[in-house]
């Protein structure tokens, strides 16, 4: 499974726009990338999910580079709710036939000032 | 249509004592995964059950063991605690186990003594 790095720390102010980047380097070909979303004392939460280019929903954006090995996702107008942990992941999808675990890395913390 | 559910929400334990720790999953779903998070870290993988089995494991030893039941509800049961032990025990439960169907739980705060 590919190894993701992202930055530990990122503070915001309300309003703005957060762009968290995370780097793959080794990205297998049928992977996909996934970014989940946790509250303190909370489990995890699904954001997005792409493949390639840019997928929009109504939470956030992801953007992919040609060569995949990095992804951005971006939060638009952040709210003081948006203090989270950010992780991203990446591997096969359910519909590929996947059986595999989630791998989680130590995530990036996002602080949203008023 | 109620979410994933654990229980108990708290618990603490002395070292050497044994833990139970209960999930229910979302309606629907049908493969339950169990995950360590210790403080400032992500979630660890301990195991995936299917089908009332064990799918797959993570890195953690034996005394870590689990159990599906019929109606897909699981335990985690942890023998012989450490101090290393104690964590938020998170339950994820989906249909299939690919990276987006997978439904976390609130968890289960344990602190071993």
Not at chain 2, 45 to 55: G, N, P, T
Request: aromatic residues 12%; glycine residues 8%.
């Amino acid at each position: 499974l590919a190894k993701t790095t992202q930055p530990i720390s990122m503070d915001s102010y309300e309003g703005q726009e957060v762009n968290i980047t995370c780097s793959h380097n080794n990205i297998a070909t049928n992977d996909y990338i996934t970014w989940y979303q946790q509250f303190p004392s909370q489990g995890p939460r699904f954001i997005i999910q792409g493949y390639k280019t840019k997928v929009t929903n109504e939470v956030a954006s992801l953007f992919i580079p040609a060569d995949r090995k990095s992804s951005t996702l971006s939060l638009p107008r952040v709210s003081l709710s948006d203090t989270a942990v950010y992780y991203c992941l990446v591997g096969l999808p359910s519909w590929s036939g996947n059986t595999g675990k989630l791998i989680f890395g130590q995530g990036t913390t996002l602080q949203v000032k008023p | 249509d109620a979410g994933v559910t654990q229980s108990p929400t708290h618990l603490i334990k002395t070292r050497g004592q044994q833990v139970t720790l209960r999930c229910s999953p979302k309606s629907g779903h049908d493969t339950v995964s169990w995950y360590q998070q210790a403080l400032g870290q992500g979630p660890q993988f301990i195991f995936q059950y299917y089908e009332e089995e064990e799918r797959q494991r993570g890195n953690f030893p034996d005394r870590f063991s689990g159990h599906q039941f019929p109606n897909y509800s699981s335990e985690l049961n942890v023998n012989a605690l450490l101090l290393g032990d104690s964590a938020l025990y998170l339950c994820a439960s989906s249909l299939g186990s690919g990276q987006e169907t997978q439904y976390f739980g609130p968890g289960t705060r344990l602190l071993v003594l």
